[in-house]
C-alpha cells in the first residue's frame, strides 16, 4: 500500500503541476484577450455613448454624456441620411442577391465541369485578382458616366459594379463544392436530376454555411463601402451611401454642428450587421474554415 | 427488363490515355454479368459509360436495342448503386429513397407506397426517419439499393458496393444481393475487384486487364478453362501455383510434362486439345496447378517433387502450406484440415519435408512467350 502510494507521489505531482501550469497560461491569455478586446470596443463605445450626448453637438473632452437623449437620432431623420441609408441597404441588398447567385453558380461550375480552358481561365483571375481594384476607377467612372448612372443615379451603377466582378470571389465556396463527392452529384444525376436541380437539391442544402458565408461577404462590401461610392456619387448627396453621406459631416465647416449626429449614424450603420453577424457567426466560421478541415 | 449490348466501345481520355479497348459484349436480358479486373483495369469506366457518366469516345452502347451514346443518365433508365453509397446526407431514409420519385413528380401516396414496399423488401422500415449518418455501413448499403429498386430500371449497376463493409457484413450482403437478384429478376452489372464476389454473384464474368477483355465465362469457364496466364492466376484463391516445366510429345496422341524428377502423362482430353492446337514438344512451359489440386505424399510415393516446408498457415477448415522446391519457392499446398490426423498436421512445420504430386486432369499450360492457354479450344 504504501509502495503504491510512493510509486503514485511523482505522478501526481506531475499532474499538479500540469494543472497550474495551464491554469497560468489560460489565465495569462484570458487577461491579453480581455485587454485586445476593451482596446478594440473603445471606439465603438464612445460612438455609442457620443450618440446619446444631447448637452451638445461638436466634439467634447469626455465620453460619458452629461445629458442623456435620442435628439440626434430624431434629427437624422431631418436630414438626408434617410435617402443615404435607403441607397445602402438597395445597393447592399441587390449585390448581396446577384453576387450570392454568380459566385456559387461560378464555384460550382469550376468544381464540377471539366472543360478545355478551365485551368487557364482560373490562373487569369487569379493574376487579374492581384491588380488593385482602384486601377479600374477611372475607366469605370467613365463607363458608368456614358451609361447614365453616376451622380444621383448611383444606385444602379453601384450595383452593376459590385456584381460584374463577383465572380472571381469562387475561392472559398469552390474550395468548399470540391469537398463534396461527386458521387452525390452522378447518383442524383442518375436518379433523374437536372446539373441546375444537382445544385439547388443536393449541393446548395449541404453547402448552408458557405451560402451564408457568401450572402454575408457580398452584403458587406457594398455595406461599409467608401472609396467608390464617393467617387461614383461625385459630391451629389442624393446619389451617397451612408458612409460617403456620414464622411461629408466631419468636414471642418460641419463637424461642430453634426458630430453627435454622425455618431448616431454610425450605430444605425452597425446595428443590422452587427445582428447579422450575431446570428449567422456560427455559419461564418464554418463557410471559412469548413473547406480547410472537411475531409 | 432489357439487354445491354457493348460494341467496339472505347475510352480515350483528354490527356489521350486509352482506358478501354475495343470493348465488345452483350449482356442478355435478366444476366447478372460481372466485371473483375485489378485497379485500373477500366471496369469501373466501362460501367460509368453504360450508366453515362463517362461519354463513350467510340463504338455503340445499346440499352433495350436503343442507341444510348447521347443520352443522359437520367433517360437510360437505369440505377446504379455506389461504392460510398453516395446518399443524400440532408435527407432521411425516406427522402432518399423517394428522390427519384418525386422528381418524377410522382403523386406523394404513390411515392409512399414504392419507398415503403421497398424498405419492407431490404428491412430498413424502421430507419425510414433517420439520416444517412445514423446508419451503419450494411444498413446504408441497403439505402443505396433501395433507391435503386424504386425505380424498377431497366438495368442494375453496381460499383463495388460491398467493398467499404467489413468481411463479414460483406458475406451477408453477398447473399442478400443474391436474394434481390432472384426477387427483381432484372438485367444486372457489376464491378468488383473481388474475384470471390465474382465468382459468387455472377451468370458471367468479364474478367478486365489494362483496359482489354481478358476472357468472358461461366464462373467454371474462368476457373476450369482459363484463357491466358491473367484470368489463371487472377481467379482463385490462393492463387495458381506455376511451375517452368517441359512438355513432351511422344507419338501422334501421346503428351506428358515434365518437372524437376516427375513425369506427368497428359489425359486423352488435354492431349486432344493440344494436338488440336499444334502443339508440340517445348522445352518451356508454364504449367499451372491450383493449390487445391495438389496432392500430397505422405507415403513417400516414387512420383513426387520433393520439397521444403517454409511457411505454415492455420486457415481452420484448411492448412496452407507455402514449400520451396529446387528454385521455385512460393508453391502453396492447400490440404483439408479434416484429411490429417494429429499426428501428421503436427509434424507439417517449417523446415519439415513434403512430396506432392498433382493429377493431369487438373493442370494448365501456358506458352510462356505469349502467356496464352495452350489447351484453349
Same mark, same amino acid.
Request: net charge positive; hydrophobic share 45%.
Given at each position: 500500500?504504501?509502495?503504491?502510494?510512493?510509486?503514485?507521489?511523482?505522478?501526481?505531482k506531475?499532474?499538479?503541476?500540469?494543472?497550474?501550469?495551464?491554469?497560468?497560461?489560460?489565465?495569462?491569455?484570458?487577461?491579453?484577450?480581455?485587454?485586445?478586446?476593451?482596446?478594440?470596443?473603445?471606439?465603438?463605445?464612445?460612438?455609442?455613448?457620443?450618440?446619446?450626448r444631447?448637452?451638445s453637438?461638436?466634439?467634447?473632452?469626455?465620453?460619458?454624456?452629461?445629458?442623456?437623449?435620442?435628439?440626434?437620432?430624431?434629427?437624422?431623420?431631418?436630414?438626408?441620411?434617410?435617402?443615404?441609408?435607403?441607397n445602402?441597404?438597395?445597393?447592399?441588398l441587390?449585390?448581396?442577391?446577384?453576387?450570392?447567385?454568380?459566385?456559387?453558380?461560378m464555384?460550382y461550375?469550376?468544381s464540377?465541369?471539366?472543360?478545355?480552358?478551365?485551368?487557364?481561365?482560373?490562373?487569369?483571375?487569379?493574376?487579374?485578382?492581384?491588380?488593385?481594384?482602384? /486601377?479600374?476607377? =477611372? @475607366? &469605370?467612372?467613365?463607363?458608368?458616366?456614358?451609361?447614365?448612372? %453616376?451622380?444621383a443615379?448611383?444606385?444602379? +451603377?453601384?450595383?452593376?459594379?459590385?456584381?460584374?466582378s463577383?465572380?472571381?470571389?469562387?475561392?472559398?465556396?469552390?474550395?468548399?463544392?470540391?469537398?463534396?463527392?461527386?458521387?452525390?452529384?452522378?447518383?442524383?444525376?442518375?436518379?433523374?436530376?437536372?446539373?441546375?436541380?444537382? /445544385?439547388?437539391? =443536393? @449541393? &446548395?442544402?449541404?453547402?448552408?454555411?458557405?451560402?451564408?458565408? %457568401?450572402?454575408?461577404?457580398?452584403?458587406? +462590401?457594398?455595406?461599409?463601402?467608401?472609396?467608390?461610392?464617393?467617387?461614383?456619387?461625385?459630391?451629389?448627396s442624393?446619389?451617397?451611401n451612408?458612409?460617403?453621406?456620414?464622411?461629408?459631416?466631419?468636414?471642418?465647416?460641419?463637424?461642430?454642428?453634426?458630430?453627435?449626429?454622425?455618431?448616431?449614424?454610425?450605430? &444605425?450603420?452597425?446595428?443590422?450587421?452587427?445582428?447579422?453577424?450575431?446570428?449567422?457567426?456560427?455559419?461564418?466560421?464554418?463557410?471559412?474554415?469548413?473547406?480547410?478541415?472537411?475531409? | 427488363?432489357?439487354?445491354?449490348?457493348?460494341?467496339?466501345?472505347k475510352?480515350?481520355?483528354?490527356?489521350?490515355?486509352?482506358?478501354?479497348?475495343?470493348?465488345?459484349?452483350?449482356?442478355?436480358?435478366?444476366?447478372?454479368?460481372?466485371?473483375?479486373?485489378?485497379?485500373?483495369?477500366g471496369?469501373?469506366t466501362?460501367?460509368?459509360?453504360?450508366?453515362?457518366?463517362?461519354?463513350?469516345?467510340?463504338?455503340?452502347?445499346?440499352?433495350?436495342?436503343?442507341?444510348?451514346?447521347?443520352?443522359?443518365?437520367?433517360?437510360?433508365?437505369?440505377?446504379?448503386?455506389?461504392?460510398?453509397?453516395?446518399?443524400?446526407?440532408?435527407?432521411?431514409?425516406?427522402?432518399?429513397?423517394?428522390?427519384?420519385?418525386?422528381?418524377?413528380?410522382?403523386?406523394?401516396?404513390?411515392?409512399?407506397?414504392?419507398?415503403?414496399?421497398?424498405?419492407?423488401?431490404?428491412?430498413?422500415?424502421?430507419?425510414?426517419?433517420?439520416?444517412?449518418?445514423?446508419?451503419?455501413?450494411?444498413?446504408?448499403?441497403?439505402?443505396?439499393?433501395?433507391?435503386?429498386?424504386?425505380?424498377?430500371?431497366?438495368?442494375?449497376?453496381?460499383?463495388?458496393?460491398?467493398?467499404?463493409?467489413?468481411a463479414?457484413?460483406?458475406?451477408?450482403?453477398?447473399?442478400?444481393?443474391?436474394?434481390?437478384?432472384?426477387?427483381?429478376?432484372?438485367?444486372?452489372?457489376?464491378?468488383?475487384?473481388?474475384?470471390?464476389?465474382?465468382?459468387?454473384?455472377?451468370?458471367?464474368?468479364?474478367?478486365?486487364?489494362?483496359?482489354?477483355?481478358?476472357?468472358?465465362?461461366?464462373?467454371?469457364?474462368?476457373?476450369?478453362?482459363?484463357?491466358?496466364?491473367?484470368?489463371?492466376?487472377?481467379?482463385?484463391?490462393?492463387?495458381?501455383?506455376?511451375?517452368?516445366?517441359?512438355?513432351?510429345?511422344?507419338?501422334?496422341?501421346?503428351?506428358?510434362?515434365?518437372?524437376?524428377?516427375?513425369?506427368?502423362?497428359?489425359?486423352?482430353?488435354?492431349?486432344?486439345?493440344?494436338?488440336?492446337?499444334?502443339?508440340?514438344?517445348?522445352?518451356?512451359?508454364?504449367?499451372?496447378?491450383?493449390?487445391?489440386?495438389?496432392?500430397?505424399?505422405?507415403?513417400?510415393?516414387?512420383?513426387?517433387?520433393?520439397?521444403?516446408?517454409?511457411v505454415?498457415?492455420?486457415?481452420?477448415?484448411?492448412?496452407?502450406?507455402?514449400?520451396?522446391?529446387?528454385?521455385?519457392?512460393?508453391?502453396?499446398?492447400?490440404i483439408?484440415?479434416?484429411?490429417?490426423?494429429?499426428?501428421?498436421?503436427?509434424?507439417?512445420?517449417?523446415?519439415?519435408?513434403?512430396?506432392?504430386?498433382?493429377?493431369?486432369?487438373?493442370?494448365?499450360?501456358?506458352?510462356?512467350?505469349?502467356?496464352?492457354?495452350?489447351?484453349?479450344?
Amino acid at each position: 500500500m504504501i509502495q503504491s502510494q510512493k510509486s503514485e507521489t511523482p505522478s501526481m505531482k506531475r499532474h499538479m503541476g500540469m494543472k497550474a501550469s495551464s491554469r497560468i497560461s489560460n489565465t495569462a491569455s484570458y487577461v491579453v484577450l480581455v485587454l485586445i478586446s476593451v482596446i478594440w470596443l473603445i471606439p465603438f463605445v464612445c460612438i455609442l455613448l457620443q450618440s446619446f450626448r444631447c448637452e451638445s453637438t461638436h466634439q467634447v473632452g469626455y465620453i460619458i454624456p452629461q445629458k442623456w437623449g435620442l435628439d440626434n437620432y430624431r434629427n437624422l431623420f431631418n436630414t438626408n441620411f434617410p435617402r443615404w441609408y435607403t441607397n445602402t441597404l438597395i445597393t447592399a441588398l441587390f449585390a448581396a442577391v446577384f453576387q450570392t447567385i454568380i459566385v456559387l453558380c461560378m464555384s460550382y461550375t469550376l468544381s464540377r465541369f471539366r472543360f478545355k480552358m478551365r485551368k487557364p481561365l482560373m490562373q487569369f483571375m487569379l493574376i487579374l485578382g492581384m491588380f488593385p481594384g482602384m /486601377l479600374s476607377m =477611372i @475607366i &469605370l467612372y467613365q463607363v458608368l458616366k456614358d451609361l447614365g448612372m %453616376t451622380q444621383a443615379n448611383s444606385v444602379p +451603377g453601384l450595383i452593376l459594379v459590385y456584381i460584374a466582378s463577383s465572380g472571381m470571389g469562387y475561392y472559398v465556396s469552390k474550395g468548399f463544392f470540391d469537398t463534396i463527392s461527386k458521387s452525390l452529384d452522378e447518383a442524383a444525376r442518375i436518379d433523374g436530376a437536372t446539373r441546375f436541380q444537382v /445544385l439547388m437539391k =443536393i @449541393i &446548395l442544402p449541404l453547402s448552408k454555411p458557405i451560402v451564408i458565408y %457568401t450572402v454575408l461577404t457580398a452584403f458587406m +462590401g457594398p455595406w461599409g463601402d467608401f472609396v467608390f461610392a464617393r467617387y461614383i456619387s461625385f459630391n451629389v448627396s442624393a446619389g451617397m451611401n451612408a458612409a460617403v453621406g456620414l464622411y461629408g459631416w466631419l468636414s471642418q465647416d460641419q463637424i461642430s454642428k453634426n458630430y453627435t449626429m454622425f455618431c448616431a449614424g454610425g450605430v &444605425l450603420v452597425a446595428v443590422p450587421v452587427t445582428i447579422l453577424f450575431m446570428c449567422l457567426q456560427r455559419y461564418y466560421v464554418e463557410g471559412v474554415t469548413g473547406g480547410a478541415v472537411k475531409g | 427488363m432489357a439487354n445491354v449490348k457493348l460494341t467496339g466501345v472505347k475510352k480515350i481520355y483528354d490527356n489521350k490515355v486509352v482506358a478501354v479497348h475495343d470493348f465488345d459484349l452483350e449482356i442478355q436480358d435478366k444476366e447478372f454479368v460481372v466485371f473483375v479486373g485489378p485497379s485500373g483495369c477500366g471496369k469501373s469506366t466501362t460501367l460509368r459509360m453504360i450508366a453515362g457518366l463517362e461519354e463513350i469516345s467510340e463504338g455503340t452502347l445499346q440499352i433495350d436495342g436503343e442507341v444510348v451514346n447521347d443520352l443522359q443518365p437520367k433517360d437510360r433508365d437505369i440505377a446504379m448503386v455506389f461504392q460510398n453509397y453516395a446518399l443524400y446526407p440532408h435527407m432521411t431514409v425516406y427522402d432518399n429513397i423517394a428522390f427519384s420519385l418525386r422528381l418524377k413528380k410522382m403523386p406523394e401516396d404513390e411515392v409512399y407506397q414504392k419507398v415503403t414496399n421497398a424498405a419492407e423488401i431490404l428491412g430498413i422500415t424502421e430507419y425510414l426517419t433517420r439520416k444517412p449518418r445514423a446508419l451503419s455501413g450494411g444498413q446504408r448499403q441497403r439505402v443505396a439499393i433501395g433507391r435503386a429498386i424504386v425505380r424498377n430500371p431497366k438495368v442494375f449497376l453496381m460499383d463495388e458496393p460491398l467493398s467499404n463493409l467489413d468481411a463479414k457484413l460483406r458475406n451477408q450482403m453477398r447473399a442478400e444481393i443474391i436474394l434481390l437478384r432472384e426477387k427483381l429478376n432484372t438485367t444486372f452489372v457489376y464491378v468488383t475487384h473481388d474475384q470471390t464476389e465474382a465468382m459468387t454473384l455472377g451468370d458471367r464474368i468479364v474478367i478486365m486487364k489494362d483496359g482489354y477483355i481478358m476472357q468472358v465465362g461461366s464462373p467454371e469457364q474462368v476457373f476450369d478453362t482459363p484463357r491466358n496466364l491473367f484470368v489463371a492466376t487472377f481467379i482463385g484463391s490462393p492463387q495458381m501455383n506455376l511451375f517452368s516445366a517441359s512438355l513432351v510429345r511422344s507419338g501422334a496422341d501421346s503428351y506428358s510434362v515434365r518437372y524437376q524428377n516427375i513425369t506427368v502423362p497428359l489425359d486423352s482430353d488435354r492431349c486432344a486439345l493440344l494436338k488440336e492446337n499444334g502443339v508440340g514438344s517445348m522445352d518451356k512451359v508454364i504449367l499451372g496447378v491450383r493449390p487445391e489440386h495438389m496432392t500430397c505424399c505422405f507415403g513417400g510415393e516414387g512420383n513426387a517433387v520433393h520439397s521444403t516446408i517454409t511457411v505454415n498457415e492455420m486457415m481452420g477448415s484448411e492448412l496452407h502450406l507455402h514449400v520451396a522446391a529446387g528454385n521455385d519457392r512460393n508453391i502453396i499446398v492447400r490440404i483439408p484440415t479434416i484429411e490429417l490426423d494429429h499426428e501428421r498436421r503436427s509434424a507439417l512445420v517449417h523446415g519439415s519435408p513434403l512430396d506432392f504430386t498433382f493429377s493431369s486432369k487438373v493442370i494448365q499450360l501456358f506458352d510462356p512467350e505469349t502467356e496464352q492457354s495452350l489447351l484453349w479450344k
